[in-house]
């Protein structure tokens, strides 16, 4: 089946330092990659969806210059939490929808940020 | 109106029982409904799905059952097995995005 890997899959980082999370389709193209936040027991909250070669699209109430989004290739999305603080700590997961192929999105196995 | 309601919030069932989660809709325009699975610290994988003109479909022991006119589609496990115990999401996709259920943790006791 269809992969998508997700890296780091745990980064542990000061308060006000910056990191990087990448999503990589293996196996196939992906034009849109989605970029998803997770609570603790909670539901997958749509935080901005990656387009390649064009600006991502965030979804209303995040902020774009903290979670900087580029999507240079067809098989590659990079989310940037900038200037990490506590409450940015959470579980953040992509998704890859192969490009030409309806409705399918894969998941990335997630990526825990701790901001101490 | 771009809610997914999901309900129970957690569910226990005995090994061989069989689990049932509902969701329901409000948006007409969906037009895919996935089921995803999720295991603590790993991302959601698909499960099953289904379109809005089907009422019905199967896969292995997993069932969606789908109602156009109440605007409510269910998951059921048969045969639940411990190996089941996960966190499962329904999902309905609006334009360009899914949107998903607050999410059922079920635990499937031996």
């Known amino acids: 089946g269809a992969v998508v890997s997700q890296h780091p899959s745990r980064v542990i980082c000061k308060s006000g330092t910056s990191v990087k999370i990448e999503c990589r389709s293996l196996?196939?193209?992906?034009?849109?990659m989605f970029w998803y936040r997770q609570f603790p027991k909670k539901s997958l909250m749509l935080m901005a969806t990656?387009?390649?070669?064009?600006?991502?699209?965030?979804e209303q109430g995040v902020e774009k210059d903290k979670f900087l989004i580029n999507h240079a290739s067809l098989t590659l999305s990079t989310l940037t939490v900038t200037s990490a603080h506590p409450e940015d700590s959470s579980f953040y997961i992509c998704?890859?929808?192969?490009?030409?192929?309806?409705?399918?999105?894969?998941f990335g196995a997630g990526t825990r940020l701790s901001v101490l | 109106q771009q809610q997914v309601k999901q309900s129970p919030q957690s569910l226990i069932v005995q090994k061989g029982g069989i689990s049932i989660i509902n969701c329901a809709y409000e948006n007409t325009a969906f037009d895919y409904f996935p089921w995803y699975q999720q295991f603590p610290g790993k991302g959601p994988a698909l499960l099953i799905a289904i379109r809005p003109d089907v009422s019905e479909k199967k896969e292995g022991r997993f069932t969606i059952s789908f109602n156009k006119s109440a605007k409510q589609f269910s998951l059921h496990i048969m045969d639940s097995q411990p190996g089941d115990s996960a966190t499962y999401f329904c999902?309905?996709?609006?334009?360009?995005?899914?949107?998903f259920g607050q999410g059922t943790t079920l635990q499937v006791k031996p």
């Open positions: 999902a309905a996709r609006g334009p360009g995005k899914l949107i």
């Open positions: 196996d196939f193209q992906a034009t849109t």
């Open positions: 990656s387009n390649e070669g064009s600006k991502a699209t965030y």
């Open positions: 998704s890859a929808h192969p490009t030409g192929v309806k409705n399918i999105q894969y």
